[in-house]
Nanobody
Framework: QVRLVESGGGTVQAGASLRLSCAASTRAFSSYAIGWFRQTPGKEREFVAA????????DYSESVKGRFTVSRDNAKNTVYLQMNSLKPEDTALYYC????????????????????WGQGTPVTVAS
């Protein structure tokens, strides 16, 4: 069992930055690819970014590419999502998720591939 706890959400003005953190309670943290997803009421969960076990080949949705950066610190069991140039359409509940992956350099953009999920942290971007 892996417990994930997101933090760092809040309310900011458009153009501002936030850094989300995802802390994992597992000794095997480096065995998991980590994904970030977001959801707004009435909509399906949307892929935002993902990072492989090794930290290589981060993946981003088109809507955040160039503005968001995902990184990980395996020594701290933590993954970060740096969000710059925030827009009102980035407003959502942001979740991190863990996928026990056989490959060290691959991550998935599909929510169904992730076994463990956090409770989410809210991000509100005011215009």
């Amino acid at each position: 069992q892996v417990r994930l706890v997101e933090s760092g959400g809040g309310t900011v003005q458009a153009g501002a930055s936030l850094r989300l953190s995802c802390a994992a309670s597992t000794r095997a943290f480096s065995s998991y690819a980590i994904g970030w997803f977001r959801q707004t009421p009435g909509k399906e969960r949307e892929f935002v970014a993902a990072i492989s076990r090794s930290g290589n080949n981060p993946d981003y949705s088109e809507s955040v590419k160039g503005r968001f950066t995902v990184s990980r610190d395996n020594a701290k069991n933590t993954v970060y999502l740096q969000m710059n140039s925030l827009k009102p359409e980035d407003t959502a509940l942001y979740y991190c998720a863990a996928d026990y992956h056989w490959s060290s350099d691959i991550s998935s953009p599909r929510a169904v591939d992730y076994e463990y999920w956090g409770q989410g942290t809210p991000v509100t971007v005011a215009s």
